[in-house]
C-alpha cells in the first residue's frame, strides 16, 4: 500500500519555465489537497523541435528561480535515470519512492496528443492523471483518442487521491482562470535568456548528484 505523502508531477522542457507554470502548481497543489510538486525538466522531448531547446542546465536553473519559495522541487532526474520514455520514467520513481503516491498534471494540450505517447495506457493505469485547461486546447483535448479511452475513469478533483480511493486509472480536469503565457512569447522577447544560467553550480534535490553541465540525453513521451 502507497500511504505516504501526495505528489504532482508535472512533466516538460521548461524551455524556459515561467509564471503560468507555478501558477498551474499551486492551483494543484490546493485543489488535489497534494504535498509537494516536483518539476520533471526534461532532457528532450520528439514532439518538440530540438532548435532553440536551451541546455539543460540552463533550463533547470531557471526553472528554481521560478519556484522558488514554493512547495515545489525542481529536479532532472529524467536524465540521471536514463530513461527515454515517460512511462519508463514514471516505473523508476515507483520503484525509488515506494511508500509516495504520485498524480501525472498535464494541460490539455498535452492531453489532445497524449495517445501519441509510449504506452499510454500504461501510464494511465499507473498512476491518476489530472489534467488542468488551458486556453486553446480543450476542444482537441475533449475529441481526442485519450479522452475517449479516458472518460470513463473520470472523478471529481477531490475524489482523485482521496485516501483509500486512490487508484489508477483515475481522471480529474480541473478549470480555473487560463494563464496565457508561454515558454515561447518568453523566448521571443528574452532569446538569450539561457546565458544567465549556464555558470550556476547545480545539485539535484532528489538524487542529490551535481549537475554541472548540460546533458544531451533524449528523452520522448
Do not use: C
Amino acid at each position: 500500500m502507497r500511504n505516504g505523502p501526495v505528489t504532482g508531477l508535472l512533466g516538460g522542457s521548461f524551455n524556459p519555465a515561467h509564471g503560468g507554470h507555478r501558477r498551474i502548481s499551486l492551483f494543484a497543489l490546493d485543489a488535489l489537497a497534494l504535498d509537494d510538486v516536483w518539476w520533471l525538466v526534461s532532457p528532450g522531448n520528439v514532439l518538440k523541435p530540438v532548435a532553440g531547446m536551451a541546455p539543460l542546465a540552463a533550463r533547470v536553473s531557471a526553472a528554481r528561480v521560478v519556484a522558488r519559495r514554493a512547495p515545489i522541487r525542481v529536479t532532472a532526474i529524467e536524465a540521471q535515470l536514463d530513461t527515454r520514455y515517460t512511462v519508463d520514467t514514471l516505473r523508476a520513481l515507483l520503484r525509488r519512492y515506494p511508500k509516495r503516491r504520485f498524480v501525472w498534471l498535464m494541460g490539455a494540450d498535452n492531453l489532445a496528443q497524449f495517445h501519441r505517447w509510449r504506452d499510454w495506457r500504461g501510464i494511465a493505469r499507473m498512476l491518476p492523471i489530472a489534467v488542468i485547461a488551458r486556453p486553446g486546447y480543450d476542444a482537441a483535448a475533449v475529441a481526442s483518442p485519450a479522452m475517449a479511452w479516458l472518460r470513463r475513469f473520470r472523478r471529481r478533483p477531490g475524489r482523485l487521491v482521496n485516501g483509500a480511493t486512490w487508484s489508477a486509472p483515475a481522471l480529474t480536469i480541473l478549470r480555473f482562470d487560463p494563464d496565457s503565457r508561454s515558454a515561447t512569447q518568453l523566448r521571443a522577447v528574452d532569446p538569450d535568456w539561457p546565458s544567465r544560467h549556464l555558470h550556476r553550480v547545480l545539485r539535484d534535490p532528489l538524487t542529490h548528484r551535481p549537475l554541472l553541465h548540460p546533458l544531451t540525453t533524449d528523452a520522448r513521451p
